[in-house]
């Protein structure tokens, strides 16, 4: 509270559990081997072997929800390392997009079962976690009833502070709706909201009233 001109600013905070909306999640596959033909014949392999997996947990792998991305052939004696691996790199990324985030959310939980199938993903801080990030997109339909839930529990605290002061709130001076947070609904060491089906949106309203007497 500010005495010279007798105002008092609150915080009113509003919180909601959303589900993610959409899916995306990345496949990086990854064949090597001294023959060229060889490797990509395998890269192809691994291919179809992956959209026969997506296509068993419910996805259309052929479709729209299923696109190839960034295909690249190294050659490994360019980089060196040559004797402890094979000399052609081939590197294939499958790019899952849903909104049928259900689907993606169980299906990518089935990985280990690509992998005793032979098909080799990439990992490693290069690629992030390797699992699917979950998007909430739908932020806007919340805004509006947030902000005014956040904006009525600062003035519920606003009253209680001049209650106790015995003054009388003498309107609105000032006030900044604050940021919205998507934050992860279980905050725990290691967990990422983008790792998260449910997640909770935050925001904080801050506002200044005038008092009288």
């Known amino acids: 509270m500010r005495t010279s001109d007798r105002t008092v600013s609150v ?86 997009r849903s909104t049928r985030v259900d689907l993606v959310q169980t299906a990518s939980q089935r990985v280990p079962d690509l992998v005793r199938q032979g098909v080799v993903l990439s990992s490693g801080q290069e690629y992030g976690g390797g699992g699917p990030t979950f998007v909430f997109t739908k932020l806007n339909d919340l805004k509006n009833p947030m902000i005014a839930e956040a904006t009525s ?36 060491m290691g967990i990422s909201e983008e790792s998260q089906v449910t997640k909770r949106v935050r925001v904080v309203t801050t506002v200044v009233y005038g008092l009288t007497n």
């Open 11 to 96: 915080k009113g905070v509003a919180e909601r559990e959303a589900r993610a909306d959409l899916a995306i999640w990345p496949l990086r596959l990854i064949v090597t081997d001294d023959d060229l033909v060889r490797a990509n014949t395998a890269l192809e392999r691994n291919v179809q072997q992956v959209r026969a997996f997506l296509t068993a947990q419910g996805l259309d792998s052929t479709g729209t929800e299923v696109s190839l991305q960034e295909f690249s052939v190294q050659d490994a004696r360019t980089v060196g390392g040559y004797q402890n691996t094979g000399r052609y790199i081939i590197r294939q990324t499958l790019v899952v």
């Open 153 to 188: 529990r600062a003035r519920e605290s606003a009253e209680q502070f001049a209650r106790d002061s015995k003054s009388t709130l003498s309107g609105i001076r000032s006030a900044n709706q604050g940021i919205f947070e998507i934050l992860p609904r279980d905050q725990a």
